[in-house]
């Protein structure tokens, strides 16, 4: 459990590090927005992020589970 956690971590680290311009760049337009468009905006952003760092992790377990394989 303690190795899965720690390549979990990893995989992480790796796709914040790859994302901190978009991260950087959506918290700028954020701050522009006000009202409802700005609630709606954080919504989809956080949307986004999660689908993203879900898909990223599920490709980093199938190349470990191919990994195991061979």
Known sequence: M???LIKFAKALGTEFHALAWTLAGTGTVLITLSG???TQGIWISV????VH???SLWQAM???EEKDEK
């Open 2 to 4: 303690k190795k899965f």
């Open 62 to 64: 199938k190349k470990e």
């Open 36 to 38: 409802d468009t700005r």
């Open 53 to 55: 760092l879900f898909g």
């Open 47 to 50: 949307a986004a992020l999660v």
